[in-house]
Nanobody
């Protein structure tokens, strides 16, 4: 059974930092892109960032570029999202996703596996 388990969410003040982790089990995602999405109340799920199979190529949405970093450790089947300079508008449930191809993947339809989500709340 494939599982993606996120951790590291929580409550933080504006300007603070959090590091999200996503550990995959049940299969290796070593050859596949991984992604982080988020969904705020009343809004659609949106892509935060994606990383290709090797970690050599990444993409971050304009809303988080310069503040967030996405990385992965294939030896541990883990993907990370380092979030700095957090803003109240970053408040959302953050989801890790495992892709179906090796290249950067920008659409939810390009991901087959999803974690249960972790709540990130940024207070002003």
């Amino acid at each position: 059974q494939v599982q993606l388990v996120e951790s590291g969410g929580g409550l933080v003040q504006a300007g603070g930092s959090l590091r999200l982790s996503c550990v995959a089990s049940g299969r290796t995602f070593r050859g596949y892109a991984m992604g982080w999405f988020r969904q705020a109340p009343g809004k659609e799920r949106e892509l935060v960032g994606t990383i290709n199979w090797s970690g050599g190529s990444t993409y971050l949405s304009d809303s988080v570029k310069g503040r967030f970093t996405i990385s992965r450790d294939n030896t541990k089947n883990t993907v990370f999202l380092q979030m700095n300079s957090l803003k109240p508008e970053d408040t959302a449930v953050y989801y890790c996703a495992g892709g179906v191809k090796s290249d950067l993947s920008f659409r939810a339809s390009e991901y087959d596996y999803w974690g249960q989500g972790t709540q990130v709340t940024v207070s002003s």
